[in-house]
């Protein structure tokens, strides 16, 4: 009778449980925020906004909702000054069971281009699975482009260690998706759909 060495199955085995780890259903309790561009950096600019300031009050209505959730959250920023791309990965890289959510305006050149979009780094797996809730939620209840979610290599992705998604929110170079972008009940409603999304990746 042949015998077979159950060895090479179990490496399978843990190989595939440690491939799962950090898909839907993480058990995540922090959330990193990360309101791109300020201080010197303002982002994108287009009829009268600065991507800088978009973001940072976009942030803080995420975190109020993620918060009132029972997740512990951290802005990298909570002021308008620049931080360093290396330094807003190295808050969510320094504490086990967290995740970084990167929020952004987006702009072009050609002004007939709108949309969102979540963008994850290449190969991440619980990236390509949080950006698949995130962009799923957005536009549920605004009527808006879905550019969908998409591998890019991005700096700030790449230095995050943990599960990391950047969203970009919508283009202020077009004049249709600026105005709203920069009135306040817009980004109330982007802040909870990026939220529902964050959390249905939790529960599911």
């Known amino acids: 009778m042949r015998r077979f060495s159950l060895l090479p199955s179990l490496a399978l085995l843990l190989l ?3 491939s799962a780890k950090g898909v839907a259903g993480e058990k995540f ?3 990193v925020i990360d309101p791109g561009h300020g201080g ?3 982002g994108s600019s287009a009829f009268g906004l600065l991507e800088k300031e ?4 976009l942030a803080k209505r995420l975190e ?3 918060s009132s959730h029972g997740l512990t959250t951290e802005l990298t920023r909570r002021v308008d000054k620049y931080v360093e791309l290396g330094d807003r990965a190295e808050k969510a890289n320094s504490q086990a069971g967290t995740i970084f959510v990167s929020v952004h305006f987006n702009a072009h050149t050609d002004r007939s281009i709108s949309g969102t979009e979540t963008l994850y780094w290449p190969g991440s797996d619980s990236g390509r699975e949080l950006a698949s809730y995130v962009q799923s939620e957005l536009g549920r209840r605004l009527v808006t ?3 969908g979610f998409k591998p890019k290599r991005l700096k700030v992705l790449e230095k995050t260690k943990c599960t990391a998604v950047l969203i970009e929110c919508g283009f202020i170079s077009n004049r249709w998706e600026s105005q709203r972008c920069g009135a306040e ?3 109330q409603i982007i802040a909870e759909e990026i939220a529902q999304g964050i959390l249905r990746y939790r529960d599911l």
Not at 54 to 57: K, R, S, V
């Open 16 to 18: 595939l449980a440690g």
């Open 29 to 31: 309790t922090r959330v």
């Open 40 to 42: 010197l950096d303002p």
């Open 54 to 57: 978009l973001t940072l009050d």
């Open 64 to 66: 109020k909702i993620l």
């Open 145 to 147: 482009r879905n550019r």
């Open 185 to 187: 009940w817009f980004r």
